[in-house]
């Protein structure tokens, strides 16, 4: 890398304002802490990205929004996950004893636990769904150009607004927490609430000591820290947080500490009524072995029953559990489905047309990869689709493709009439979107999923890409083309762990030293506004600052602000946005898509996202978006800029890790300027900086459907 030289350090300017209107904190929630990294699973990134609501009103069908369409589709995936669980015996019900599936393997807990030769149990308290029932096939989309916004959550009446709040009142809360309380909770939240005050949890962004105080408040001396109410609320509050950190499940163990950290007298207890109380689900998947040639005396050896526990014991809510599920059981029946046929061309369409899943593995450059087996399955005449977590290099989104805004739509059975799906940035996807995925291709559809397995991974739960190259189902072709250029070569060196200096003679690669974090924002206006145009050639609205989370002194927020100032400074008379603005819109949860103000009238700001013209209704504007001259990495992930700007203040050192540096560094084609304010903790987090593990369920529950396959054939 190269340090900085005069035609890229233009003359000091005025230190920009951060005056520009900002959102507010969603009601019950704590102020961000400075420096607050976004990495894998910190609160910064995966934690605010996947719970921005949707809000999108992109071009498509009346009546239908992108985001809209998206959320019904994952609704009917889960209607028929219910149809399929309704058909199973001994349910666990809420408020009763546990029975069935569940009481056996909380018996084989507590066996394993006392040192007891284990009970024989079933490998999770959901088993896999039966075989998919009939689809039926949707309506035509009408056509149109416009839609209107798709609320996130169900309408409920002003009279239940009011009965909340007037409940709230009475124990103290915020009165502004009514609304959302009344959409989690439905019609009767405030008879809910008032049996059950620790059901305030249930808001996304409200605390235990914020519920404890609120229950105090409505119960007086009937409140304690040893109410059952409050243990199993809070039971299943730590796994929402849990969520929020891309986890599907919790180690049971993790579970009982945090109780016991939150003052509940006996964790052990706790876990095991809200098990009963079918808030939680409990799981224990035995992960599979590969063969091994052994002698007689060793198979019975084997066979023998483990000495001790070997089997992790997992809690998990029961959305993302079905949804796991869901997605195990439709890769093993593309597996299943798919007919070996010969495929000519490269290592890539060889493998595509011998299996029904295929993962792909590479770099930027290894992208025109899979974009031409597409190319070249068409040309055989097959029904091919490219997809993406971002629309670029003609590949479509994936909530487009699955909403029916673009795509080949649905065949008689309601399934994408496809052939071959490749999907581009498959780390991008969560467990969600990943199962409504699988479940819309039809028997016999082969799935490619392509992607760079050092980049962060989803904004939402799971690890689904991760998770399979691991499990080893399906082949796996590695990519061998290097990506080009100082940046590519830099880039290249991160993946290994590798910080090294390159030569950039043409300034592909410049390091701006700063002492401070208002150095920081200084120095990076200074490059976006001056700088790269004057020196580099490339201009101020093809140039993307990156930084490490929306808090902090050079989080997004500050760094939006003073480049608002500096590049199209106005009252922000719109909802905080003015027409020139660059904006940052989610149009559903763990998706951003970036675009600039156009105009603003009585349905809401219109604004130009690549092309395509989007009007976000007014009442979803705060919720929907940002500015977006600044993001974070997780927003960044999937999308790349002729030039970016990596702004690495001092108080970010600690949220650095590999996959972090590698995906903001990765976002630049033809310049990466870093704006250096952490010293050796960049080196150091290259070299050292791991994410922290996601615990997920995928692998065993896949590898034990296609192991049960092979014991059914092998009978």
Not at 82 to 105: H, M, N, S
Not at 612 to 618: I, M, S, T
Not at 658 to 679: D, I, N
């Amino acid at each position: 890398m190269t340090e900085p030289s005069g035609d890229t350090a233009p003359p000091e300017a005025d230190e920009p304002t951060a005056d520009a209107q900002e959102a507010p904190a969603a009601p019950g929630t704590e102020p961000e802490e400075p420096g607050t990294a976004e990495a894998g699973a910190t609160e910064a990134g995966a934690t605010e990205d996947a719970s921005t609501e949707a809000g999108s009103t992109e071009e498509a069908a009346p009546g239908l929004s992108e985001a809209q369409a998206e959320l019904a589709a994952q609704r009917e995936l889960r209607e028929k996950i219910e149809r399929r669980k309704a058909e199973r015996g001994a349910p666990v019900e809420a408020g009763g004893k546990l029975t069935g599936t569940a009481a056996d393997l909380l018996a084989a807990v507590r066996a394993v636990e006392s040192g007891e030769k284990p009970v024989s149990v079933p490998r999770a308290a959901v088993p896999i769904p039966a075989p998919t029932p009939e689809r039926t096939a949707p309506a035509a989309p009408p056509e149109t150009t416009v839609r209107p916004p798709a609320p996130e959550t169900p309408v409920v009446t002003e009279e239940t607004t009011e009965a909340v709040r007037q409940v709230l009142q009475r124990g103290g809360a915020p009165e502004t927490l009514a609304a959302p309380v009344a959409a989690v909770l439905g019609e009767g939240a405030a008879r809910a609430l008032a049996d059950d005050p620790w059901q305030l949890l249930a808001v996304p962004g409200v605390r235990p000591e914020q519920a404890d105080g609120f229950a105090r408040a409505l119960l007086g001396a009937e409140c304690g820290p040893a109410d059952p109410r409050r243990a199993v609320a809070l039971t299943a509050w730590l796994l929402e947080q849990a969520v929020l950190k891309g986890h599907t499940a919790l180690e049971i163990g993790a579970v009982r500490d945090a109780l016991a950290r939150l003052s509940v007298p006996e964790p052990d207890k706790a876990v095991d009524l809200a098990v009963s109380e079918a808030a939680v689900l409990v799981f224990q998947e035995e992960e599979q072995e590969e063969p091994e040639d052994e002698t007689e005396g060793e198979a019975e050896a084997a066979a023998a029953p483990p000495a001790g526990p070997e089997v992790p014991v997992l809690l998990g809510l029961e959305r993302y559990a079905l949804a796991e599920e869901s997605l195990a059981d439709g890769l093993a029946r593309l597996i299943r489905a798919a007919e070996a046929t010969a495929w000519d061309g490269p290592e890539l369409a060889r493998a595509a047309g011998a299996h029904g899943l295929v993962l792909h593995t590479g770099g930027e450059a290894a992208r025109a990869e899979p974009a031409a087996l597409a190319e070249a399955a068409r040309a055989r005449g097959l029904r091919v689709a490219l997809a993406a977590h971002t629309a670029r290099d003609g590949a479509l989104p994936v909530a487009a493709l699955l909403s029916g805004a673009a795509g080949p739509g649905r065949d008689a059975e309601g399934t994408l009439a496809l052939d071959l799906l490749v999907v581009l940035d498959a780390p991008q996807l969560d467990v969600e979107t990943a199962a409504t995925l699988v479940e819309a291709l039809p028997d016999g559809c082969r799935l490619v999923l392509s992607g760079d397995p050092y980049v962060l991974g989803a904004a939402g739960p799971g690890r689904v890409f991760a998770d399979l190259l691991a499990a080893k189902v399906a082949p796996q072709i590695a990519s061998r083309v290097p990506d080009p250029g100082p940046v590519g070569e830099l880039v290249s060196g991160i993946g290994a762990g590798e910080l090294n200096q390159v030569a950039a003679p043409g300034k592909e690669v410049v390091i701006v030293p700063v002492r401070d974090a208002g150095e920081a924002v200084h120095r990076t206006v200074q490059l976006v506004a001056d700088s790269i145009p004057r020196a580099i050639g490339v201009p101020t609205e093809q140039t993307q600052v990156i930084t490490v989370g929306h808090g902090g002194s050079a989080g997004t927020r500050a760094l939006n602000a003073a480049l608002k100032e500096r590049l199209n400074p106005g009252p922000g008379r719109f909802g905080g946005f003015d027409p020139g603005d660059r904006v940052a819109h989610s149009p559903a949860p763990g998706r951003t898509v970036t675009g600039t103000v156009v105009s603003a009238g009585a349905e809401g700001l219109h604004l130009d996202c690549a092309g395509e013209r989007v009007v976000v209704p007014k009442e979803r504007v705060e919720a929907a978006l940002r500015h977006g001259w600044a993001l974070t990495a997780h927003q960044a992930a999937g999308a790349r800029w002729p030039a970016a700007v990596v702004v690495l203040p001092g108080d970010a050192a600690g949220g650095l890790t590999r996959s972090w540096v590698y995906t903001a560094f990765g976002r630049a084609e033809r310049h990466l300027s870093v704006v250096h304010g952490v010293e050796q903790a960049l080196p150091r987090a290259v070299a050292e900086g791991r994410d922290p593990e996601r615990t997920t369920r995928l692998r065993p529950l896949l590898e034990a459907l296609l192991h049960e396959e092979e014991d059914e054939a092998g009978a």
